[in-house]
């Protein structure tokens, strides 16, 4: 293995970089994607804490919080499609000869989001 090798191989096995880049795909293909319009809405409160005293009224009776499914299998689908849609637009970046590398050196000097807690 010659110098450059060992460079860039300690440069992508950096805990911290792994750590960063772990945040940043997060960021980029999960939080700013259609999650973000499931998310908008009012969400209960719950006297209790725990959700065990909020239910939700349909015309065929009442579904307790806790069992109640969040998520449609349309809004399931379409969120999945633009997590990968924005994944592959990461992963593209990453792989881009040019891009990529000045990605990389772009987390290694600053965290995306430094209010997020670090993965384990």
């Not at 994607?33 to 908008?40: G, I, N, P, Q, T």
């Amino acid at each position: 293995m010659d110098n450059a090798d060992g460079a860039i191989r300690a440069f992508i096995t950096d805990p911290v970089l792994q750590k960063r880049l772990a945040k940043y795909l997060v960021q980029r293909c999960f939080r700013n994607s259609a999650l973000e319009d499931l998310h908008a809405g009012t969400a209960p409160d719950s006297r209790a804490g725990d959700y065990s005293d909020v239910v939700v009224a349909t015309p065929f009776g009442e579904i307790p919080w806790r069992r109640l499914s969040r998520l449609d299998d349309g809004e399931m689908k379409s969120l999945m499609i633009d997590v990968v849609q924005r994944a592959y637009h990461l992963i593209h970046e990453l792989f881009d000869e040019e891009r990529g590398g000045k990605l990389l050196l772009r987390l290694a000097e600053q965290d995306p989001v430094p209010q997020w807690k670090n993965p384990e």
